[in-house]
């Protein structure tokens, strides 16, 4: 049988086989994401009929090439073109994502993690972003409780999730006062000109408090009372609230002993106080860890040395001794009317003197440093504001230039704190649950510095908005959500109609050595394979290396048609000639068997 014949059989299959692959992207010149396969042949196998031979001296005869006879062509490779870009197509649809780069989303439908190119996603009932195409969930990374991505094993991402759905409020922590006070103004001079300053409380509720700025018969002092409370009904709740306002600390009004507003801090389970800070531990087997703040050198502790200081911390909650020695308490032995003195808690854990406990109806020794011990000797309260006293403040201008001289005194702004009139009622405006810097404060702070004491036609135009210059403090109701965003680093974002964004999650993307060597699967996904590099878990960010996500956009196939159809005419005729090897073959092979005749 002639060799040519299956020469002739082995061309028409690869052939074929490139054309299965051309046809392949043929059919998929619109498919989203999809990328190009190329086909590569090899030959496939030789018959030697006469090894080569070298030159031989003792004959004079010169060396001849090997006699080789070739059996045909082989597929070798069959590539994927990963790392050329499809073009874009518009959509609109916010949750339509093209990504720029090699990064693929990872996406998961209970048979394990898978990559795709396919940006066409949208949310299902239970609110998880998902592929529009087979349902599979769009994996990213969460949000913690401080509002930061944790950039740990990627999870489906349900960002249309109950919780996500309303934007929780805010109390109001910082105000500002700004605008003209007009000496000459008709209402500064008889009953006040009327400032409203809007105020929302821990659980979102609306509030007012009416302030009016009264000229005084000193040049350039006003008076700035706090006339009532209101509610978002405009009824006056004065009657339910203390409201007052004040300057620096100030002392209760009834009895002119300071309240503390205190944050705990424990002692881990265990441990016990005893005196000038050494805290104690029984041991299981009987033995007894004593620890104090007062301790040098370091401890082995699993294999590791450790600051015995940071050991000490540690009992309490902190990371190390650094962060134990930042926390601050309050001395107020210079008298309960005077600002008191910050020091480091420290300073009392080392002091060995007597803790002495406080609350409203105990009166501290004035030369004491107010900090508190629940009577299980565990728990420490510091870090504490005292209550204000008052209803109304002097407001000073400086007569050369208008500007803000102080309050009562040099202080540029004012608190203003509320408190129930109810003993042991729930505070709704508790500064201990404000966020940020604002946690813990005496009251919400009102900035009065952008005010002013200049001539306005007789026209003041003082006024006052919550938050500070910069918009912080600002407080806010419950927000229901209003839409949807995505950035280009895949960070997703809920806005609401109270004005707020919420970070919701971040989509993560998987990077590989060789993305070439991924495994097609179906519906747009593509799988590891030894060859790929394997994939983490967590994934990575997509702006760690220069890409990105666009919104409102897909990417599309990366299909060069033109290359296609030129490819078919030149597979056409490689089969065509590879048939012909089979006809003529054929043709001497009829020869051959009428040789008989």
């Not at 009327?194 to 350039?220: C, H, M, P, W």
């Not at 004035?366 to 870090?383: G, P, Q, R, Y």
């Amino acid at each position: 049988m002639m060799r040519s014949l299956f020469s002739g059989v082995a061309g028409l299959k690869t052939h074929q086989v490139k054309m299965d692959v051309i046809g392949n992207n043929i059919a998929n010149v619109n498919t989203v994401g999809y990328k190009s396969q190329s086909i590569n042949f090899s030959e496939l196998m030789y018959q030697t009929t006469q090894a080569a031979s070298g030159p031989n001296a003792d004959t004079g005869r010169a060396g001849q090439n090997a006699k080789q006879i070739g059996l045909g062509v082989q597929t070798a490779a069959i590539s994927t073109n990963i790392e050329l870009q499809g073009s874009s197509q518009n959509t609109g649809n916010a949750f339509d994502l093209r990504i720029s780069g090699s990064n693929f989303f990872v996406v998961n439908g209970g048979d394990g993690n898978k990559f795709t190119r396919d940006g066409s996603f949208y949310v299902d009932a239970a609110g998880n972003l998902a592929m529009s195409s087979n349902g599979y969930n769009v994996m990213g990374w969460q949000v913690d409780k401080n509002g930061d991505i944790v950039q740990d094993n990627v999870s489906k991402l349900q960002i249309l999730s109950a919780e996500n759905m309303t934007s929780p409020p805010q109390m109001t922590s910082r105000a500002t006062m700004n605008g003209i006070v007009d000496k000459n103004d008709s209402q500064v001079l008889g009953d006040g000109k009327v400032v409203n300053l809007q105020i929302y409380d821990n659980l979102g509720y609306s509030y007012t408090a009416r302030f009016r700025v009264i000229g005084t018969d000193k040049e350039g002092v006003y008076s700035l009372e706090l006339e009532k409370l209101l509610d978002s009904n405009n009824e006056d709740v004065s009657d339910k609230f203390d409201a007052n306002i004040f300057t620096g600390s100030a002392v209760d009004k009834n009895n002119s002993v300071p309240v503390a507003k205190a944050k705990s801090y424990g002692l881990a389970d265990g441990w016990t106080l005893s005196a000038n800070g050494t805290i104690t531990r029984a041991n299981s087997d009987g033995t007894t860890t004593t620890r104090n703040p007062t301790d040098t050198g370091t401890e082995t502790v699993n294999g590791k040395d450790v600051n015995k200081q940071d050991l000490y911390a540690q009992a309490w909650g902190f990371d190390s001794w650094a962060d134990l020695t930042s926390q601050m308490v309050y001395d107020y032995s210079n008298g309960a009317d005077k600002e008191p003195v910050a020091k480091p808690l420290t300073s009392i854990l080392t002091s060995g003197g007597t803790y002495t406990g406080l609350d409203n109806s105990v009166t501290p020794a004035a030369t004491k440093t107010v900090s508190i011990f629940n009577t299980d000797k565990k728990t420490l309260d510091v870090d504490g504001y005292i209550k204000a006293g008052g209803t109304a403040l002097n407001v000073n201008y400086d007569q050369l230039t208008g500007a803000l001289k102080g309050i009562n005194g040099t202080s540029q702004s004012f608190y203003l704190s509320i408190e129930p009139k109810t003993q042991g009622a729930d505070n709704p405006f508790s500064m201990n649950n404000a966020q940020g810097d604002d946690k813990g404060a005496p009251g919400i702070k009102v900035d009065m510095s952008n005010t002013s004491n200049v001539n306005n036609e007789k026209k003041s135009t003082i006024s006052a908005v919550s938050g500070d210059a910069k918009g912080f403090g600002t407080g806010w109701a419950v927000g229901s959500m209003t839409g949807v965003s995505i950035k280009t680093d895949g960070k997703i974002f809920g806005a609401y109609d109270n004005g707020q964004t919420k970070l919701l999650g971040q989509i993560a993307t998987a990077q590989f050595s060789n993305p070439a060597g991924l495994e097609k699967t179906s519906d747009n996904l593509y799988q590891a394979t030894l060859n790929s590099g394997s994939f983490d878990g967590i994934g990575v960010d997509i702006s760690q290396d220069g890409g990105s996500m666009s919104t409102g956009v897909l990417e599309m196939s990366n299909v060069d048609l033109s290359n296609e159809f030129t490819s078919l005419i030149t597979t056409q005729r490689g089969f065509q000639a590879n048939s012909r090897i089979i006809t003529v073959s054929d043709t001497l092979l009829e020869e051959l068997v009428n040789l008989k005749r």
